[in-house]
């Protein structure tokens, strides 16, 4: 389902708009003014999610042991890959 909604924009805003349809970069006038909210609304639900992540790692941090055995793992991780070594 979709619902039409109204909006109004300064000129300004629409001059660029019709530009950035002119140039291709959208359909239409409503596919830019669509891109752009589901771009808002992407970014607002990411800052959510970071906000949670970053309440819990608050909440209950690594320990040092995890970070130690994090970091084992990475380098046996590394050491574990087929490449020629740079270093």
């Known amino acids: 389902m979709t619902i039409q ?7 300004e805003v629409v001059e660029t708009v019709d530009a950035l349809v002119q140039a291709g970069s959208f359909r239409s006038r409503s596919d830019a003014v669509r891109r752009g909210l589901d771009l808002a609304v992407e970014r607002a639900q990411s800052a959510e999610i970071d906000h949670a992540f970053t309440e819990g790692f608050t909440r209950f941090p690594d320990r040092p ?7 084992r793992l990475a380098v046996e991780a590394i050491e574990a890959e087929p490449w020629d070594r740079w270093w």
Request: aromatic share 0%; proline share 0%.
């Open 5 to 11: 909604i109204a909006v109004k924009l300064s000129d």
């Open 65 to 71: 042991d995890e970070v130690a055995a994090a970091r």
